[in-house]
């Protein structure tokens, strides 16, 4: 089965096992709340940190007694480092990680992947030539829908899985704006109006992350943005872009389908929850809403929604973050997650994204030192990633259908 999804572990990592040194590549928002826990986990034995703005390296590094500052990306890849973690801005991921690669760096990169087919197939050919590990930091593939659905999926309780939806519902008012132009400086609106759709995956790597499938053809429609300020306006765009709004209908590797929205302009509470997911099988049922989570079979509905509440922790630490986004940033672990392979070290520190963070930093240490490709490795992330970048230019066509690569098979892998 070619999809298949690999077991989680069930043990904690030790120092025994190994260490390596870690390089932090761009020290913004959302680099912190990773740092803190790779500074905690017990196979890292130190954190380099390079921004292009000195100043927030500088910031970063001094949270951490064993931290260094590094000058340049450059002088990283040139460095002793053995892997780089890149946290820049969404649509420079592909040549950086590319870079890394060549320089013989194990690599973790913040989502997406990339945003051309072409930097995905650069990714996958560098990491077969060079068996370096690489990993894409999807924090929906610990969302706790994602996580519930990946163990009934895999038990069969919902016989064939027919159907599903994954929705990443953030409203530009809810952070995004303060976000943007933290990011983007002067010329933020140019890069504000980053494509949706080229964002695609928290809302398909929430289903594709628990359903052992792959997209194969998209067709999709593009809502053009009415706000006129600016964003999401082509004339101002780097990207072109005047989507605000965009849905995916998609046809599955199993025969299935799945839908998703990627939706910028919309009056619904993200901070309460921003990937919702639903899927239907021929026994049975699972869908979200912001609040409620219900369990459905042909005789009843089931109100589960408790299992799937993270606990939240305060943002005390996360200055740098629009209050916004906090909520995101500062939650805990929910009922369904299992905590027991998670480092000891990582007991009370900070979280994030309904409880995703502490399994991504430790997926990616425990891949390092075992030498063990991660579950969202390069495939899997293309799988995660490929989908969205058909599906916009299925929008850009007006929603004509088109074939999304299978990357397997053009690298000859399983
Ligand atoms: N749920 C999630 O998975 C999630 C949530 C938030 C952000 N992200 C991702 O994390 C990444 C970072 O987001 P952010 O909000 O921190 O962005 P940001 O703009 O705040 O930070 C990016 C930093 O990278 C630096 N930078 C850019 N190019 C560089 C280079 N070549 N060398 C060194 N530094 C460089 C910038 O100066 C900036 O400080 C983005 O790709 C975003 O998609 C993912």
Redesign the pocket.
């Given at each position: 089965m070619p999809f298949t999804l690999p077991p989680e572990p069930t043990t904690p990592m030790t120092s025994e096992a190994g260490s390596f040194t870690l390089g932090i590549?761009?020290?913004?928002?959302?680099?912190g709340s990773f740092a803190a826990l790779w500074n905690l986990h017990p196979n890292v034995v130190q954190l380099r940190v390079?921004?292009?703005?000195p100043e927030?390296a500088e910031k970063l590094a001094a949270r951490f007694p064993r931290a260094e500052v590094v000058a340049?990306?450059e002088d990283m890849l040139a460095s002793d480092v053995d892997a780089v973690a890149i946290?820049?801005?969404?649509w420079?991921?592909g040549p950086?990680v590319v870079q890394a690669l060549q320089a013989g760096k194990h690599v973790y990169s913040?989502?997406?992947m990339a945003v051309e087919i072409t930097e995905i197939e650069q990714i996958i050919a560098e990491v077969e030539r060079t068996g370096l590990i690489y990993m894409m930091?999807?924090?929906s593939y610990y969302n706790p829908a994602t996580v519930y659905m990946r163990h009934k999926i895999r038990a069969g309780e919902l016989g064939r899985v027919f159907y599903a939806e994954g929705d990443y519902v953030h409203d530009m008012d809810l952070g995004f704006y303060a976000?943007y132009q933290?990011?983007g400086g002067e010329n933020w609106k140019a890069t504000a109006s980053y494509p949706p759709m080229l964002?695609p995956t928290?809302a398909v790597g929430g289903v594709l992350g628990a359903l052992p499938a792959r997209a194969v053809s998209v067709s999709c429609i593009g809502i053009e943005d009415d706000r006129g300020d600016g964003v999401f306006d082509r004339e101002v765009s780097q990207f072109n872009n005047s989507f605000s709004n965009a849905t995916a209908l998609f046809e599955l590797s199993d025969g299935g389908a799945m839908r998703t929205n990627e939706m910028r302009r919309v009056g619904y509470p993200s901070p309460i929850r921003e990937s919702r997911f639903r899927f239907f099988g021929t026994e049975a049922s699972f869908e979200q809403l912001a609040h409620h989570t219900v369990w459905n079979d042909k005789k009843d509905s089931y109100d589960i929604s408790e299992q799937f509440i993270p606990v939240r922790r305060g943002a005390e630490t996360l200055q740098?973050v629009d209050p916004d986004l906090r909520a995101?940033f500062s939650s805990g672990t929910a009922p369904v997650h299992e905590t027991a392979r998670l480092p000891a070290e990582f007991d009370g520190a900070p979280n994030g994204?309904e409880g995703s963070h502490h399994y991504l930093a430790d997926d990616f240490a425990r891949a390092v030192v075992t030498g063990q490709q991660p579950p969202v490795d390069a495939h899997r992330a293309a799988i995660f990633t490929a989908p969205g970048i058909i599906a916009h230019t299925s929008a850009l066509e007006g929603g004509i259908r088109l074939p999304i690569p299978d990357f397997r098979e053009a690298s000859g892998s399983e």
């Open positions: 590549v761009g020290a913004g928002q959302f680099a390079t921004d292009v703005l927030r340049s990306f946290f820049t801005q969404r420079t991921h950086l913040a989502v997406p930091g999807e924090t976000a933290y990011s964002y928290h740098e995101a994204h």
